[in-house]
């Protein structure tokens, strides 16, 4: 199995590497187009600001790439937020593949959201063999609403998207590699699906 993590300049690549790894499956990096579109699976990691994020997409033909790949695709937080519509932070239009805007928490909660959380409501293939209220890590400013794409949710000051899907499309808010033996259980339902 080809296993493509998109490098773009904004994520946390390594890390995600070592977790597929451990799962006993070599992932490669690269931000090109041709090996990106020959994968089985394609992992779109994202940390940083999204505006910027959204350049670099943009600077590389990505932007245009990934909303048209046909394989199962996995968003992990910054980049499930660039497959929304759009984001309140820097006012950034996103590749509009989940119909939902990303909005920044209010003052009412501690920005950002650092550390374990629970997920609930889990309604998806990406979720099998994981238990209700399994403890999930997170580190985000800004959250996708709940919406008809919400294969899971969590919850701080509000419930909000965990996880979205749509077609060949899933996004987690969290990061499944650093989330432990869960994370881990879910990056292996989205490799062997």
């Known amino acids: 199995m080809k296993i493509v993590i998109i490098n773009y300049g904004a994520g946390n690549i390594q890390s995600i590497k070592f977790a597929i790894k451990r799962l006993g499956y070599e992932a490669i990096l690269s931000h090109d187009i041709e090996e990106i579109t020959s994968a089985d699976k394609v992992i779109f990691p994202g940390v940083g600001e999204a505006s910027s994020a959204m350049s670099k997409l943009r600077v590389s033909g990505l932007d ?3 909303p048209n790949l ?3 695709v996995l968003g992990i937080c910054l980049g499930m937020q660039l497959m929304c519509h759009s984001s309140e932070e820097g006012d950034t239009k996103g590749l509009g593949i989940f119909d939902v805007d990303v909005i920044k ?5 501690k920005v950002p959201q650092i550390g374990w959380n629970q997920i609930a409501n889990l309604k998806s293939e990406l979720f099998k063999n994981i238990e209700e ?3 999930i890590y997170l580190v985000h400013s800004f959250y996708a609403p709940l919406c008809k794409e919400t294969i899971a949710e969590s919850e701080y000051g509000l419930k909000y998207s965990a996880a979205l899907a749509k077609n060949n499309f899933y996004g987690t ?3 499944p590699e650093k989330s432990s033996g869960v994370g881990e259980a879910i990056l292996k339902n ?4």
């Open 64 to 66: 245009k790439l990934i």
């Open 190 to 193: 989205f490799l062997e699906s």
């Open 105 to 109: 928490f209010t003052n009412e909660v």
């Open 173 to 175: 808010q969290f990061h």
């Open 133 to 135: 209220k399994e403890h």
């Open 70 to 72: 046909k394989q199962p």
